[in-house]
T-cell receptor
């Protein structure tokens, strides 16, 4: 089984709809991240969480919210989806020990299309 | 704040030829440097990383990268590429004391042709 899973893998929705993307991990890591990937822009950090009670905004958090329901679960919500939120979304995890040089482990991604 | 520049968005190369993917970074503090690879329809996975010590780091599949502090670069090289190396490659930087937040470059698509 994959260590970092994301659901759904693909989603098509309409402008104005509320959408939740879910991420679960079995690696036992404290730190979790949400990124979006756009062609030609690379990956940009939306939100990150260093433990269940610690949630922080990334560089592009506007229009998004997150919930860390447990150490293993980190959800990303789009309260009112808009077309420019069409992108590939990745969840990632890393271990607390070691800090800034730790490898991040990525899920397979969720492709979201907002019409 | 740190930033990463990957000037080449696409690099076509023939199989068994050498390749270099360029990465330059900017930061006011010490950094850790990473190369991640994304195969088609997959998530990213770590290829190699520089933390400290020897400036030349190697991966298990023949890639290597050299940290050059004076030129603020971390270019990725492979002396002989294979079709299976076709993927998108991302350079990333994490600032010491920055809590493991990665800043990614825009990516370089490596296309290996027969």
């Amino acid at each position: 089984d994959a260590d970092v899973t994301q659901t759904p893998r693909n989603r098509i929705t309409k402008t104005g709809k509320r959408i939740m993307l879910e991420c679960s991990q079995t690696k036992g890591h404290d730190r979790m991240y949400w990124y979006r990937q756009d062609p030609g822009l690379g990956l940009r950090l939306i939100y990150y969480s260093f433990d269940v009670k610690d949630i922080n905004k990334g560089e592009i958090s506007d229009g998004y919210s997150v919930s860390r329901q447990a150490q293993a679960k980190f959800s990303l919500s789009l309260e009112s989806a808009i077309p420019n939120q069409t992108a590939l979304y990745f969840c990632a995890t890393s271990d607390l020990a070691g800090g800034a040089y730790n490898e991040q482990f990525f899920g397979p991604g969720t492709r979201l299309t907002v019409l | 704040a740190q930033s990463v520049t990957q000037l080449d968005s696409q690099v076509p190369v023939f199989e068994e030829a050498p390749v270099e993917l360029r990465c330059n970074y900017s930061s006011s503090v010490s950094v850790y440097l990473f190369w991640y690879v994304q195969y088609p329809n997959q998530g990213l996975q770590l290829l190699l990383k520089y933390l400290s010590g020897s400036t030349l780091v190697e991966s298990i599949n023949g890639f290597e990268a050299e940290f050059n502090k004076s030129q603020t670069s971390f270019h990725l090289r492979k002396p002989s590429v294979h079709i299976s190396d076709t993927a998108e490659y991302f350079c990333a930087v994490s600032e010491a004391g920055g809590g493991n937040k990665l800043t990614f470059g825009t990516g370089t698509q490596l296309k290996v042709e027969l």
